[in-house]
């Protein structure tokens, strides 16, 4: 009975630790949850116009980490509540949670990733499919070629083979600058060269997709496995408090 006593005596500071660290590690994982759902909602405002040139082989990462950073955001209490309390229960719930969030961050880093290097093979393609297809009425288009000052697929003289060429000429977002831009100029290659971009989209596009689609899928791997903490944490209290039938006064 006396050593039992003095093994709960000697194991209640290291269960007052680990509720130390379990604690500080939920308000963190709450901040890392806001900032994942920045991260999402930004990955979905940024490269919305892109991926909507890829259709139905674009990627869900931006809304698979708003959902997740959303969850942690709600779950970040949950965990310090469950902490606080002591409950065996409720830690061994908070771990089974942190453990479904973290295989999700995980999908949505390897999809990201994934279609980082896929990029390559598909939106040679699709932009020139977009290109083929082009109409005034909302097209992504004109904002990419309008923000990263580009023209065409390959290059300006992409449009000449397209039927809105033939009508209206080469788009206006493709000029250099609008108030120098004639729609008579825009219907000839000739004078169009010296007032449109001339550099294509594609590799842009690439670049820029690259780049941004990476920074988010990195950003869910390393919150990812910063949750692989919380999960160790919760199941050692977890096992600490059940075994030394500990309960918080």
Request: glycine share 8%; with cysteine.
């Amino acid at each position: 009975m006396a050593a039992s006593s003095s093994r709960r005596l000697q194991t209640k500071p290291v269960i007052t630790c680990l509720k130390t660290f379990l604690i500080v590690f939920s308000f963190v994982f709450w901040i890392a949850g806001g900032v994942l759902l920045a991260v999402g909602i930004w990955g979905k405002v940024s490269l919305e116009e892109y991926l909507s040139l890829l259709a139905e082989k674009s990627t869900n990462v931006p809304y698979v980490l708003i959902g997740t950073g959303a969850a942690i955001v709600i779950f970040g209490f949950f965990g310090c509540f469950a902490t606080c309390r002591g409950s065996t229960w409720m830690l061994k719930l908070y771990a089974m949670i942190l453990s479904l969030i973290f295989l999700a961050q995980l999908v949505a880093g390897i999809s990201g990733f994934v279609f980082r290097h896929e990029i390559n093979t598909t939106l040679k393609k699709c932009f020139r499919d977009a290109v083929q297809k082009y109409n005034t009425t909302g097209s992504s288009v004109d904002s990419i070629q309008r923000n990263l000052h580009c023209c065409g697929a390959q290059n300006y003289t992409d449009w000449n083979d397209t039927a809105y060429f033939k009508i209206s000429g080469i788009p206006i977002s493709c000029c250099r600058n609008n108030s120098d831009c004639k729609s008579g100029d825009l219907k000839n290659m000739s004078t169009a060269k010296d007032k449109v971009f001339k550099q294509g989209c594609v590799v842009l596009v690439i670049n820029f997709m690259e780049k941004n689609v990476g920074i988010v899928a990195g950003i869910a791997f390393g919150i990812g496995f910063f949750q692989l903490i919380g999960i160790l944490l919760a199941c050692c209290l977890s096992r600490y408090i059940t075994n030394n039938q500990y309960e918080m006064v």
